[in-house]
């Protein structure tokens, strides 16, 4: 079997696997970065890209460029199950934006590449080579052929079905932190710019969402965890149904639906293990970070890529790719992430009833100090430069 060896390799070139090998290439790396599809490619999301990814962009300088690709949005509008309607703005403009992911994957991969990042696509990976209790690198199906890709370091950025995480066994998937979550677009949708989030008696704790997108695209989608899918309806069926009831389905009842509706996985952080082994570490969604509740996962993504880059730097110079060093990776992961995946699932759980969540916004709506509160806890670590 042919051998190709490299220091550090990255599976998968989402949105953590690429921010990884450009923040690697600020490391003094050369970081190979393989992904099994051709880009541009298709990734179902909800599209939003929050203030915490563009926090990141900005410090990348990747940042001016969404802004050309991107449609800017102002914050979120929040309903509860009686119709009560609640708009949580953002603290700052320029800083979140919707971009369809076939779009913004392709600019942030061309990004890194652009800093010399070497990037093969279609390449399967399908296993890892262990050796003497260390991962040394991928099995690989590159044009046809099957190789060896040897490293020093391998980085499992391959997503929420993560073969990487699978092989390290480290691949939990527990039903009340797993989210089936779907998604469609619609065109012609008249809509203000604000995120919207609609919590569904039918769908709780999960919720329908409208993020509107350039050219009057709208993204619209939703999703609940594994434990509460309720057999014999299917997400797009909900969907449906939603779309004809709910006063704000309105707006695209009659409107084309483009494209098919696509179902994804969604690996909560309230499961997230350790990621790592000797010589391996899971990012984003392969390492199970996507908040509980809202969703998001392309912020933690970008932001765990930066955390494995960190903590390769120091296995390389202290020549350690035992878990002495790279154990560092969950310790800085749970300071940023541990509290806060812990009072959002705790919210996630609250949030099973109509009546809860009815209260909780109108908790918000009624008391201005109560709603500063939750604006800024919704916008944590959210960039906050100014346009
Ligand atoms: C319907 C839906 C809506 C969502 N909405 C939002 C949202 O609005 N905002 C937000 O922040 N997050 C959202 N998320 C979560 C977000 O999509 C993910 O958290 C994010 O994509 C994680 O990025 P990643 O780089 O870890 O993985 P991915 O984006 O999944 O990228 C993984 C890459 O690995 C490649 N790959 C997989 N297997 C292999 C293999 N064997 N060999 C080689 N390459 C491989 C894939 O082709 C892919 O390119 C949503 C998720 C869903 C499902």
């Not at 696997?17 to 880009?39: E, N, T």
């Not at 989210?179 to 619609?186: D, M, N, P």
């Not at 299917?234 to 707006?251: H, M, N, V």
Request: hydrophobic share 35%; glycine share 10%.
């Amino acid at each position: 079997m042919k051998t190709i060896e490299r220091d550090v390799i990255i599976v998968g070139a989402g949105p953590g696997g690429s921010s990884c090998s450009a923040y690697m290439k600020r490391q003094g790396f050369d970081p190979l970065l393989l992904d099994k599809d051709v880009f541009p490619r298709e990734k179902p999301c909800g599209d939003c890209q929050s203030g915490v990814t563009t926090k990141l962009l900005a410090e990348l300088g990747w940042l001016e460029g969404l802004r050309e690709i991107g449609f800017e949005n102002y914050g979120i509008t929040m309903t509860s199950p009686d119709y009560t309607k609640l708009v949580v703005e953002a603290p700052n403009r320029g800083t979140r934006y919707d971009t369809p992911r076939r779009i913004y994957d392709h600019y942030c991969v061309k990004r890194a590449v652009a800093e010399g990042v070497e990037f093969r696509e279609n390449v399967w990976v399908y296993d890892v080579i262990w050796e003497d209790g260390k991962v040394c690198g991928v099995k690989a199906k590159v044009d046809g052929e099957y190789v060896q890709i040897r490293s020093r370091m391998v980085i499992g950025a391959d997503g929420s079905h993560s073969i990487i995480a699978k092989k390290i066994k480290m691949f939990p998937d527990n039903d009340n932190d797993v989210a089936v979550v779907g998604r469609c677009y619609y065109a012609d949708v008249d809509m203000e710019p604000f995120n919207e989030i609609h919590f569904d008696k039918d769908v709780l704790p999960g919720y329908v969402w409208l993020f509107p997108e350039k050219d009057k695209l709208c993204n619209v989608g939703l999703g609940f965890n594994r434990d509460l899918y309720k057999e014999g309806k299917t997400l797009e069926e909900y969907l449906d149904s939603w779309i004809e009831t709910s006063p704000f389905g309105e707006k695209l009842r009659g409107k084309r639906r483009i494209g098919e509706f696509r179902g994804w996985r969604i690996p909560s952080g309230s499961q997230a293990m350790a990621n790592v082994v000797p010589g391996c570490i899971l990012i984003g969604d392969a390492g199970s970070m996507v908040m509980p509740l809202t969703g998001e996962g392309i912020g933690p993504a970008m932001v765990t890529g930066k955390l494995a880059s960190e903590v390769t730097r120091e296995a390389f110079d202290e020549n350690d790719f035992s878990l002495n060093v790279l154990s560092r990776y969950p310790e800085r992961r749970d300071k940023i992430y541990g509290p806060k995946y812990q009072s959002i699932k705790a919210m996630e759980n609250a949030f099973a009833s109509a009546e809860a969540v009815d209260g909780f916004v109108h908790k918000i709506a009624d008391n201005p100090e109560v709603k500063a509160g939750f604006q800024k806890q919704w916008y944590y670590e959210s960039y906050e430069g100014k346009e």
